[in-house]
């Protein structure tokens, strides 16, 4: 299996901010064999109703001070337009130039969703507020976003957060293509051209995975679900069966024009550079 890179092409690893000295000890090791792979950026996630503030920052400025990029997320929920700009400052400060700009999630009903309610908003107000400084992110669903009223809306929705400036979209997660293909067409149709980077997400946990996937709509086609559910408790073969069929859809992906990938790491090198390795993307 081959794919290629091409310079063009953007790759992009995800972490998720770590809880505790033991977990930042392994992600520190984590980031060090991922950057071996020399990817454009690292993003760290914002815990939900902005839970992981400070380590998002942290993880954040640890990574840049390695040498590497960093792309912070920062969500709308539980975020007021003060905190907002103290935190973009400090990034400029530091010079972290790229963020992914959400509306987040609330943890279980629990708060208010803060001054911006949809993630356009935010977009708009960072653009503002810093003008060109910053490279946005924002998120796009090829499977439909799972509080959208219908597709068309969810479309539309997607639309405004480009035309508030984002640079570039990053996608949930998916095991089919041809929602993407789809939604890359209808990208085209109405003009948006900015690269949509496809999401990946490595299968090595089955519970895990059916969990996530139930709360952010992403599908588990039937022949999927079905062949995880066979292999029960049995690990390696669980890894052996994502790995191979991520690997496919990657493949398959970029050869059909994607403009990189972005990998939700889950704080773990093995299962990205196994894929990364099948698809030869080593840059010699
Ligand atoms: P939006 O684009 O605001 O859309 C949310 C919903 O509202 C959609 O159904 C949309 O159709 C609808 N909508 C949008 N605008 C309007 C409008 N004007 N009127 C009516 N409806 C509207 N969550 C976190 O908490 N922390 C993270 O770090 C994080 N990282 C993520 C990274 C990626 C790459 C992705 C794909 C998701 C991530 N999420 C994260 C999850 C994300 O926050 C949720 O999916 C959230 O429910 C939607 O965020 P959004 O930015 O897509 O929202």
């Known amino acids: 299996m081959s794919s290629s890179k091409n310079t063009t092409q953007l790759f992009s690893f995800e972490f998720f901010p770590p809880k505790t000295n033991e977990g930042a000890l392994s992600l520190e090791n984590v980031r060090q064999q991922l950057s071996q792979l020399?990817?454009?950026?690292?993003s760290v996630t914002f815990g939900a109703g902005g839970s992981t503030r400070d380590k998002t920052y942290d993880t954040v400025l640890s990574i840049q001070q390695a040498g590497i990029a960093a792309a912070p997320h920062l969500s709308c929920v539980a975020s007021t337009k003060e905190n907002i700009t103290e935190i973009l400052n400090a990034y400029k400060a530091n010079n972290v130039a790229k963020i992914v700009a959400l509306r987040g999630d609330l943890p279980s009903g629990t708060m208010s969703?803060?001054?911006?309610r949809y993630a356009n908003?935010?977009?708009?107000?960072i653009r503002t507020e810093t003008g060109d400084f910053f490279q946005i992110h924002?998120?796009?669903?090829?499977?439909?976003?799972?509080?959208?009223k219908n597709a068309a809306d969810d479309f539309k929705n997607f639309k405004h957060k480009v035309d508030a400036g984002a640079?570039?979209?990053?996608t949930q997660y998916f095991y089919n293509a041809d929602s993407y293909f789809y939604f890359m067409d209808e990208c085209e149709k109405n003009g948006i051209d900015i690269p949509i980077v496809p999401g990946i997400m490595p299968i090595t946990n089955y519970s895990q995975l059916f969990r996530f996937s139930d709360m952010c709509g992403a599908d588990i086609p039937r022949w999927m679900r079905k062949r995880l559910e066979q292999f029960g408790d049995d690990v390696d073969s669980i890894c052996a069966f994502g790995e191979d069929m991520v690997s496919n859809l990657c493949q398959r992906l970029l050869e059909n024009g994607a403009p990189g990938l972005h990998f939700y790491t889950m704080n773990r090198a093995a299962p990205i550079e196994a894929i990364w390795n099948n698809l030869q993307l080593s840059d010699n």
């Open 113 to 116: 969703a803060g001054e911006f």
């Open 121 to 125: 908003e935010l977009v708009e107000f």
């Open 167 to 170: 640079n570039a979209a990053i």
């Open 138 to 148: 924002v998120a796009a669903y090829p499977e439909i976003h799972p509080q959208a």
């Open 38 to 42: 020399n990817p454009d950026f690292f």
